[in-house]
Nanobody, 129 residues
Framework: QVQLVESGGGSVQAGGSLRLSCATS????????VAWFRQVPGKGREGVAG???????SYADSVKGQFTISKDNAENTLYLQMNSLKPEDTAMYYC???????????????????????WGQGTQVTVSS
């Protein structure tokens, strides 16, 4: 069975940092692109940062230069380093995996949701002023 389990969320003051982890099992991690999404109440789940099988990355404009996505294929684990956190970063964060080939380019982060095969359960990040 496929499992994606997030950890590392919590509460932090504005300007602080958090590092999220997503431990995966049950599928060939290195053959899938993986990504982080976030969702706030009343809105859809949107892509934040993604990394493909070749190591290429893509970020939502709102987090570029602030968040860094990485992965460890040997550990089947995805990471999201979040720095300079702002209250607007408050959300439930989800990791996800998809098998659709990227073809050397990325769709806009708003569209990644539609190509996800597997979802994690989410971890809450709360940033206070």
């Amino acid at each position: 069975q496929v499992q994606l389990v997030e950890s590392g969320g919590g509460s932090v003051q504005a300007g602080g940092s958090l590092r999220l982890s997503c431990a995966t099992s049950g599928y060939t991690f290195s053959r899938y692109w993986v990504a982080w999404f976030r969702q706030v109440p009343g809105k859809g789940r949107e892509g934040v940062a993604g990394i493909d099988t070749d190591g290429s990355t893509s970020y939502a404009d709102s987090v570029k230069g602030q968040f860094t996505i990485s992965k460890d294929n040997a550990e089947n684990t995805l990471y999201l380093q979040m720095n300079s956190l702002k209250p607007e970063d408050t959300a439930m964060y989800y990791c996800a995996a998809g098998s659709r080939p990227g073809g050397g380019s990325w769709y806009a982060p708003r569209e990644w949701h539609f190509f996800v095969d597997y979802w994690g359960q989410g971890t809450q990040v709360t940033v206070s002023s």
